[in-house]
């Protein structure tokens, strides 16, 4: 029993890295940018939905479904970190920013962000 409550404490100490990462396109130059709080989740999250055909960018999930997988490389751009005193819980603004400067530097670079 106390091996549970040891894997259970555990499991609450446990902080996933948060970010943000792209998915471009290999062919188009163009790339999704997202910013998440749990990069591994949200990246196997948004390969599932593309590779099922339900992502919310059309654009995106068009260029996916007539290229492949392999046409795109999927990167992660800056991991975010945690508050060392941990007293902040919410890095929504934090993340958001990030991703906002992400998106200029990429634009800076020529490469465009897909729309809807």
């Known amino acids: 029993m106390d091996r549970r409550k ?3 404490e555990q499991y609450k100490q446990f902080k996933p890295d948060m970010g ?5 396109s290999k062919s188009s130059n163009k790339c999704y940018i997202e910013s998440t709080k749990d990069l ?3 990246v196997n999250s948004t390969k599932f939905k593309l590779e099922f055909g339900n ?3 059309k654009e995106l999930q068009k260029e996916w ?3 492949g997988e392999k046409n795109f490389i999927i ?3 800056e991991k975010l ?4 005193n941990e007293s902040k819980t919410d890095y929504t603004e934090d993340l958001a920013l990030l991703k906002m400067i992400w998106a200029e530097k990429l634009l ?6 897909y729309k809807n």
Do not use: C
């Open 55 to 57: 992502h919310p960018k």
């Open 20 to 24: 943000i990462f792209i998915i471009r």
């Open 65 to 67: 479904k007539s290229y």
């Open 6 to 8: 040891e894997l259970r």
């Open 40 to 42: 591994k989740s949200k």
């Open 81 to 84: 970190k945690y508050d060392k």
């Open 108 to 113: 800076q670079k020529g490469i465009k962000v």
């Open 75 to 77: 990167e992660i751009l």
